[in-house]
């Protein structure tokens, strides 16, 4: 299993980024993937996750954790074996390493920063 993460940088407080993960070695398209994070001097916590959806793939079960709700959208393509967190009016306490997962496996994280 192998995850790889991108997108992260510097952001200014109300802006907005697109995460990537990549995936390879696994059945992508049965499986639910997650994004966490972790924050300076803080654990890991849950931020996102989407199901594999229905026998054909369509209509994948989105979950967010509290602070992401109406601001972060989690998505995947299948073809691509890739999923996604667009984040948006991103805040300073989103400043975090953030980790796509599968399972108990999960990627090295990409780093974003919130500040002005």
């Known amino acids: 299993v192998q995850l790889v993460e991108s997108g992260g940088g510097l952001v200014q407080p109300g802006g907005s980024l697109r995460l990537s993960c990549a995936t390879s070695?696994?059945?992508?398209?049965?499986?639910?993937m997650k994004w966490f994070r972790q924050a300076p001097e803080k654990g890991l916590e849950w931020v996102a996750s989407?199901?594999?959806?229905?026998?054909?793939?369509?209509?994948?079960?989105?979950t967010y954790t509290t602070s992401a709700k109406g601001r972060f959208t989690i998505s995947r393509d299948n073809a691509k074996k890739m999923v996604y967190l667009e984040m948006n009016d991103l805040k300073p306490e989103d400043t975090a390493v953030y980790y796509c997962?599968?399972?108990?496996?999960r990627g090295q994280g990409t780093q974003v920063t919130v500040s002005s």
């Open positions: 997962a599968t399972g108990t496996t």
């Open positions: 070695g696994f059945t992508f398209s049965t499986a639910t």
């Open positions: 989407i199901n594999s959806g229905d026998a054909t793939g369509a209509y994948p079960i989105r």
